[in-house]
């Protein structure tokens, strides 16, 4: 199975989201990200043999809280490759330290990981034909409560994500 590690936006900050994002697909074109599938990926396992999902459950479950403050979203803009995302302009340390805690622990377990730098950031178009130079937004406060195992399906008309486990 296809599996990522993610933080799921409430329902109201979805629906912010996926407003942001609706008047961006004339100027780029390209697919809109369904409200429910909005999502900031803290690490992307790929294929992963179904006998592993108790190692990672006990890796979710061992995580440390991201307590501290939220991310802060505060500009959107492109890559080339069509993907249109949300981001921030600063570094938030309480995400980079939980996505470094829950990736040195999914390499202790030995799963493989990208060796690309981590790069937050939530997608909100995809297959996007025009590039969007990056600018400022209202910031938005994005909570990082509750981290989600999530798998995902591949299908000609993009992929469909389900939570597999939560924490807390
Ligand atoms: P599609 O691949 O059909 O465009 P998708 O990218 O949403 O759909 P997946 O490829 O299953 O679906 O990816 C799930 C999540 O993991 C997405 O947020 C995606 O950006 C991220 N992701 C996918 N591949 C990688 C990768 N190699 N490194 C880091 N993140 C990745
Ligand atoms: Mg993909």
Redesign the pocket.
């Known amino acids: 199975m296809?599996l990522?590690f993610a933080i799921l936006p409430g329902r109201h900050l979805a629906g912010t989201l996926h407003g942001l994002a609706r008047p961006l697909t004339r100027r780029c074109r390209g697919r809109l990200v369904p409200q429910g599938s909005l999502?900031l990926?803290l690490a992307?396992l790929g294929e992963v043999a179904p006998q592993r999902l108790d190692e990672l459950r006990r890796i979710g479950s061992q995580l440390p809280h991201a307590a501290g403050a939220p991310w802060q979203l505060d500009q959107v803009g492109s890559w080339h490759g069509g993907i249109v995302w949300a981001g921030a302009s600063q570094p938030c340390p309480a995400l980079d330290e939980l996505a470094a805690a829950l990736r040195s622990a999914l390499a202790a377990a030995g799963f493989g990981l990208?060796q690309?730098a981590y790069l937050p950031h939530v997608?909100l178009l995809?297959h996007a034909r025009q590039l969007l130079p990056t600018h400022a937004i209202t910031p938005l406060a994005y909570p990082l409560r509750r981290i989600s195992l999530m798998a995902?399906t591949?299908t000609p008309q993009?992929?469909h994500y389900r939570e597999l486990a939560h924490w807390p």
């Open positions: 296809r990522f999502h990926t992307f990208e690309r997608t995809r995902s591949l993009g992929a």
